[in-house]
């Protein structure tokens, strides 16, 4: 063991000169230095013939590795231990490397760099530079070196394994380093989770932010805090904790307002006192601090989808001055509560509000430097909107329309009686005369035949009559025969009339009897509808709302389901006073004559018809509908 063994250095200088002292700060130790330091000073006291050691940890915000521990002093120029420490770093295994001559004559170049007692020795031609990295979970942390005595490989191979066992301190120190790490996050985790939890229980505003601005307040242990929300942009104070109401105006109020304006403005989170000597500062803050009897003030900014909505501010007291951990804490809470606190705000605005708002953000974006695209449609609106407004064209009302025969002919039932025969249909064509049913006429011939023998019979009483002289007789003979003649015709006509026939050439447009075969029919019944082929009538209803626009003689065109692709012209000839209802809209009878036919027509088409009504503004054929409804309702709750 060499002589300096049981002399350890700690990070501050100050030197220890005894075993037991290094032991008590390794088993208690202040801080990651001292426990580095003391851990190497008891290592080079348990390995031989070690004459220096070097312990690097990192990596740092740049990615290197710097000296955490030097033994056996603070002092101590170790530079030549950089090499074999960037060897055991770079291939992550335990190393023995052994100083060859030309190596040797670059080491003791920089060892004399420095002269004096502070130059250190350069490794004797005898040594060996023993080091092993220290990895935590795969994660390399750094690295030990040690320069001892060129031993046996047995004895350097010893040294390694003696190093290999008492890296585990570290190890575990490092180990317990995360899992308070670890702690601290769980901790500032649940800390902003029940803030937020707290935020999302009260449906109002000021109630969500009083109830989180006492949260914090007990959990973080502070005096005082506050929540501000952004609005024009300055800062207005929402709510502050134990405090149920407060006035605006005090001075109490308006030295925290002006901290929260102080942070909007900076756009950066603020710490009074100043976590770094270099940090910057906030006049704002250092007069709330100065007026609350020095207390430690910090504020975070509210943020919403970037954007700084709000400020909380903290106050305690000055003997527990805000760390780097609760600036963080801070931060992630100005995250999380910040889109809460909007969407509150934002739901309890009024109509108004939202209107406003609303027509402040599109001028913005319309008249402001950015969204060029929203521009581009805006003005290609203007254009359309000032094209619609003095562009004119020929306004058409349009209508369901229904073609109809200019005559329709009923055929009914001329007696009671039964179908017999039936030898059209609806759809066909019949000529005049033509025999469309026949109904059954057995019982009329009997009825002929009794009649007629009944006038016989009468006939032979008054010859009998008139030869006797009985005039009574003959004019009761008479009398019967009269009756009997006249029954007798009666008969004959309704045979006549038991064949239907057409009244004349058309078409049948209602009517089948061909399912009613000796089925019985009451007089009157309508059996066959006939209409002409060359003859119709155009049926347009036209809703109320624009009836007024057409008059006897307009114009039109007409469209059938049947033939879409031919326009058929027509004339106005006479609109119907009456409107019937239909699904539940009012409608006009509008009749037209079609100024040519075609033989395709067919009565009972059905299609789409516009009446020219003259020239209109195109945006007033478009609007006009939305418009008179405005003014009907406004006349029915406002005229």
């Known amino acids: 063991m060499s002589g300096g063994a049981a002399i350890f250095s700690l990070g501050d ?56 521990a030097v033994w056996p002093d603070a002092t101590r120029n170790v530079k030549y231990l950089g090499l074999a420490a960037e060897k055991a770093l770079t291939e992550r295994r335990g190393i023995v490397d052994r100083v060859v001559k030309e190596r040797r004559r670059v080491v003791e170049h920089v060892a004399t760099e420095r002269r004096g007692s502070q130059a250190g020795r350069a490794p004797g031609p005898q040594s ?19 320069d001892v005595a060129d031993l046996q490989e047995q004895q350097l191979q010893h040294a390694l394994r003696l190093l290999h066992w008492g890296s585990a301190w570290l190890i575990d120190w490092f180990r317990q ?28 505003l000021g109630a969500s932010a009083l109830a989180v601005a006492n949260e914090l307040a007990q959990r973080l242990g502070c005096e005082r805090v506050g929540i501000g929300l952004e609005r024009n942009g300055t800062a207005q104070v ?26 909007l403005d900076l756009d950066m989170s603020i710490v009074h006192p100043a976590l770094d000597s270099d940090a910057v500062g906030g006049l704002a803050h250092a007069a709330l601090s100065t ?11 509210l943020v919403d989808d970037s954007r700084k909505v709000g400020v909380l501010t903290f106050e305690r007291s000055a003997k527990a001055p805000f760390d780097a951990a609760e600036l963080e804490l801070g931060n992630m809470l100005g995250l999380l509560l910040g889109p809460i606190y909007v969407l509150k705000r934002d739901r309890e605005r009024s109509v108004w509000q939202r209107a406003r708002d609303a027509a402040r953000a599109g001028a913005l974006a319309l008249f402001g430097p950015r969204h060029p695209g929203l521009k581009l449609v805006a003005l290609g609106c203007v254009v359309v909107f000032a094209f619609l407004g003095f562009a004119t064209t020929n306004y058409r009302v349009a209508s369901k329309t229904l073609i109809e025969g200019s005559v329709q002919s009923a055929v009914v039932a001329p007696f009671q009686g039964f179908v017999m025969e039936s030898f059209v249909r609806a759809g066909n ?16 011939k009997l009825e002929r035949t009794r009649w007629l023998s009944e006038a016989e019979q009468t006939q032979r009483r008054f010859r009998q009559a008139a030869a006797v002289q009985d005039r009574a007789a003959m004019a009761v003979a008479s009398a019967q025969g009269d009756q009997a003649r006249a029954q007798l015709a ?32 009451e007089p009157g019944k309508l059996l066959f509808e006939v209409a002409p082929l060359d003859s119709y009538r155009v049926v347009l209803h036209v809703d109320e709302r624009d009836i007024a626009a057409v008059r006897e003689g307009a114009r039109g065109d007409l469209a059938l389901s049947g033939m879409p692709q031919e326009r058929l012209s027509f004339t106005v000839s006479q609109v119907t006073p009456i409107s019937t209802p239909q699904d539940g809209r ?19 088409m059905e299609g789409i018809g516009k009446i020219e009504v003259g020239e209109r503004k195109l945006i007033w054929i478009w609007t006009h509908p939305l418009v008179d409804w405005l003014r009907l309702w406004a006349w029915k709750w406002f005229g």
């Open 13 to 68: 200088g100050t030197r220890v000169k005894d075993d037991a002292a290094a032991w008590d700060h390794f088993a208690a130790p202040s801080s990651t230095a001292e426990f580095c330091s003391s851990w190497l000073a008891i290592l080079c006291a348990q390995i031989e013939h070690v004459s220096a050691a070097l312990l690097v940890l990192g990596p740092d915000k740049e990615g290197g590795f710097g000296a955490a």
């Open 128 to 146: 060996a530079h023993v080091g092993y990295p220290i990895e935590v979970s795969g994660v390399l942390y750094g690295a030990v070196i040690l």
């Open 177 to 204: 380093q995360q899992v308070a790490n670890q702690q601290k996050t769980v901790a500032r985790l649940t800390v902003a989770s029940e803030a937020v939890a707290t935020a999302l229980q009260a449906d109002r």
């Open 238 to 263: 929402l709510a502050i904790s134990h405090t149920a109401s407060f006035d605006a105006r005090s001075d109490f109020v308006r030295l925290i307002a002006d901290a929260m304006d102080e942070v």
């Open 291 to 301: 007026a609350r009897n020095g207390a430690s003030v910090m504020s975070v900014p």
């Open 429 to 444: 064509t019949v000529k005049k005369g033509q025999t469309l049913a026949r109904l059954d006429d057995r019982e009329l």
């Open 490 to 521: 009666l008969v004959d006509e309704r045979l006549e009339r038991a064949s239907l026939t057409a009244p004349f050439d058309g078409i049948v447009v209602l009517g089948d009897l061909s399912q009613l075969l000796g089925s019985p029919v």
């Open 586 to 604: 009012n409608y006009f009878r509008v009749e037209a004559q079609l100024d040519q036919a075609t033989v395709r027509l067919r009565p009972g």
